[in-house]
Structures are given as C-alpha cells and as structure tokens.
C-alpha cells in the first residue's frame, strides 16, 4: 500500500469521495490545494470501456493542446539532408541517423518525443525495443513519421500530446501546469476529451469511457462527472 505524507493526507481529506466532480471543480481543488512546492502537473486517467486484446479496438492518437503542457519538449529528428536541417531550425533537442540510432541503442532517453522521416525508419526500426515501451517509437499514425520534419517538431513543442490505450484499458493525458490559468486548464481539459471522444473506435460498443479522474503529479485524483466527458 502507497505511503504519503502529512501534505497529501491533509488535502486527500478535502475530497468528496461520494462526489462527481465537474473538470471546472477539479482543476480548482487542485489550484486552491497544492500538495507540493514544485509546479504540478494535472493529469487526466481514463478507464476505458473497450477490450484492449482486440486490436481493432486499439486507442491511439494525439491532441494539441491550445494553451501547451507547460513543459518544455525535448524532440530528436531521425533524418539526413534538407528534412535533418529543417529539424534543427526547428529547435530539435537532436538530430542525426546513424549515430543517433547508436546513441538511442546505447542507452540514451533523455528527450520527450521522436520523430523520424519515412526513409529512415528501416534502421529506426533497430530501437523499437528501447523506444516502443517508453511510447517513443515514431509513428506515421501520430505524425512523427514524416518528411515535414520542421512542422512534426514545432507541433510536438508547441503542445502536442500522444495517448494510448494501456494492456489494462487506461489512458493518461496530461493537460498542463497547475500554475496555467484556470481558462487555460479547462481549454486543454476540453480538447482531450474531444481527442479522446474523437478517437473511439468503430467496433466499439456499449459504455466507451466508464470512469475518468483528474490529479496533480503528488495529489489525489477526483472522480469526474461523466455527463462532464460524454460525447
């Protein structure tokens, strides 16, 4: 069982567990509690109600958020040529091929996103075991398999959020800093719900979200009101 601190029990008193929180309530309870003294991020979990074993119920997309993650995004480019200098302009954190596939192979995860272009992503395919866990594995379905390689990296740093359906039917977004303007929040909040809503699959049937909280990174997480997420 999880162990807390004074801080986290002192604010984990303040919630109503019997209450469906409205995403307005819950980014203020967060705002008005903080339960560290670094800036947290909000987060939203959602408990999925598709069967994560069928792969044509897989989740798997992303969302712009208006107003960023408040973080800044450490992207590499896996290209060469025109398309690894239009990366770099960019403000790519790294970019290479070769070299940088042997770095990654190496051990080396010290960035955010990846993006590759289509050409090189034979030899790319070579860290998928150390990508793909992580969710870093370039992907054309998300956009970061393209040869727009300064687009793909102004998205990513700009606000641009991937999500996945876990092995267990959850999926975690974040959403921002809980110093960003409540507006802010609850701008964000709104497009991963629509991203979410957005990205249901075909074969789905019956109840797609069945639960979904929001918390901050060292805070409780508060049961939002379905009405509040429903497409």
Same mark, same amino acid.
């Given at each position: ?15 109503? /567990? ?13 705002? !008005? ?8 991020? @909000? =987060? ?16 798997? +997309?992303?969302?712009? @958020? ?18 690894? !200098?239009?990366? /770099? ?33 034979? =030899?790319?395919?070579?860290? #998928?075991?150390?990508?793909?866990? /992580?969710? @870093? ?11 727009? %390689? &300064?687009? &793909? ?27 960003? =303007?409540?507006? &802010? @929040?609850? !701008? ?15 074969? &789905?049937?019956? %109840? ?16 939002? #009101?379905?009405?509040?997420? +429903?497409?």
């Amino acid at each position: 069982m999880a162990i807390h601190g004074k801080k986290y029990s002192a604010v984990a008193e303040k919630v109503d /567990r019997e209450a469906d929180y409205s995403m307005d309530g819950a980014i203020s309870f967060f705002q !008005e509690n903080p339960t560290a003294k670094f800036d947290e991020t @909000l =987060e939203f979990a959602f408990r999925m109600g598709v069967d994560p074993s069928k792969s044509d119920q897989a989740i798997r +997309s992303t969302v712009a @958020l208006p107003h960023g993650t408040g973080k800044d995004v450490r992207v590499i480019v896996f290209a060469t040529g025109d398309a690894a !200098e239009a990366a /770099r302009e960019a403000g790519a954190a790294e970019v290479g091929f070769e070299e940088l596939i042997k770095k990654v192979q190496d051990g080396w995860i010290d960035f955010d996103a990846a993006v590759a272009t289509p050409d090189a992503m034979k =030899e790319v395919r070579k860290v #998928a075991r150390v990508l793909g866990p /992580r969710g @870093l594995m370039p992907n054309p379905k998300t956009g970061t398999v393209t040869d727009d %390689t &300064a687009a &793909a990296v102004n998205q990513l740093k700009a606000g641009r959020v991937e999500f996945r359906m876990d092995r267990n039917g959850n999926i975690a977004v974040p959403f921002g800093k809980r110093s960003f =303007e409540k507006t &802010a @929040l609850l !701008e964000n909040a709104k497009a991963v719900v629509d991203a979410i809503n957005g990205a249901r699959p075909a074969s &789905a049937k019956g %109840t797609y979200i069945k639960r979904c909280t929001i918390s901050s990174t060292m805070g409780p997480g508060l049961k939002v #009101a379905l009405k509040e997420i +429903s497409a």
